[in-house]
């Protein structure tokens, strides 16, 4: 449960130490001061003990910062997004580039993996079978040995079954 901001703090909202807000956002407390270190969060306020305080907005704030992780967006991105908040204009282009961008590069990866895939599955297919050269046979020579010599006579594929 948040405490109750004391004299010290900012009146009579809700306040939460750096503890009680990770673990209200369910970060650990490592997260938050790497997030205050990136300057996408900072304390709202100091104690009299000089501890960090936090009021109920950065904990929506935290909440945004993980949720955006959670669809793939950059530190960098979610930075560009929370400065959104500053302006006067409604925020739906720069938040529409910054997605179309986004999309376009993660469909560009996955274009990359897709290739990757097929290089490795037809590496897989054509593996140990004597059928020309494959990886095995580059990696006995790399060894210094004779690749005809690497493979098991019965063996007819490393893929495995």
Do not use: W
């Not at 939460?16 to 650990?28: E, H």
């Not at 945004?64 to 908040?85: K, M, N, P, V, W």
């Not at 060894?143 to 010599?149: E, N, R, V």
């Amino acid at each position: 449960m948040p405490k109750r901001a004391g004299a010290d703090t900012m009146g009579c909202m809700d306040a939460y130490t750096i503890g009680q807000l990770a673990a209200a956002a369910g970060v650990p407390t490592s997260t938050v001061r790497y997030y205050e270190r990136a300057g996408l969060v900072k304390p709202d306020f100091r104690t009299g003990g000089n501890y960090r305080g936090y009021a109920g907005s950065t904990l929506e704030r935290l909440k945004f910062i993980r949720s955006a992780q959670a669809t793939g967006l950059s530190l960098q991105d979610i930075s560009s997004l929370l400065q959104l908040t500053f302006s006067a204009e409604q925020p739906c282009e720069e938040v529409l580039t910054l997605m179309r961008g986004r999309l376009e590069e993660i469909r560009g990866r996955i274009k990359e993996l897709r290739h990757v895939e097929k290089v490795l599955a037809k590496s897989l297919d054509s593996c140990c079978k004597g059928d020309g050269p494959d990886i095995c046979d580059d990696i006995c020579r790399l060894k210094g040995s004779d690749p005809a010599k690497c493979r098991p006579p019965k063996q007819k594929s490393c893929r495995p079954a």
